[in-house]
Nanobody, 115 residues
Framework: QVQLVESGGGLVQAGGSLRLSCAASGTIFSISTMGWYRQAPGKQRELVAT???????NYVDSVKSRFTISRDNTKNTVYLQMNSLKPEDTAVYYC?????????WGQGTQVTVSS
């Protein structure tokens, strides 16, 4: 069984930075695709960024050049460095682990960006 625990959310002013972390239990982290999703109030959950087992990354257009996803397989942890934050980045951010047909989710961490 996989458990994902996010941390690093909080309140920040526009233009500021935050780094989210997601620690995974179990033994499949290094061979899984990891992702960050977010859900703003009244909106559907959307993909923010993904990183494959080989390190290939993908970002939604709205965060390109501002956010960076990375992983440390020695710590079973995936990160999301968020710079130049905007009020529209306000959402609950969820960590996701995808392995073959299995999807696992964290409990989410709130990010609030004030203008």
């Amino acid at each position: 069984q996989v458990q994902l625990v996010e941390s690093g959310g909080g309140l920040v002013q526009a233009g500021g930075s935050l780094r989210l972390s997601c620690a995974a239990s179990g033994t499949i982290f290094s061979i899984s695709t990891m992702g960050w999703y977010r859900q703003a109030p009244g909106k559907q959950r959307e993909l923010v960024a993904t990183i494959t087992r080989s390190g290939s990354t993908n970002y939604v257009d709205s965060v390109k050049s501002r956010f960076t996803i990375s992983r440390d397989n020695t710590k079973n942890t995936v990160y999301l460095q968020m710079n130049s934050l905007k009020p529209e980045d306000t959402a609950v951010y969820y960590c996701n682990l995808k392995f073959i047909t299995n999807n696992y989710w964290g409990q989410g961490t709130q990010v609030t960006v004030s203008s």
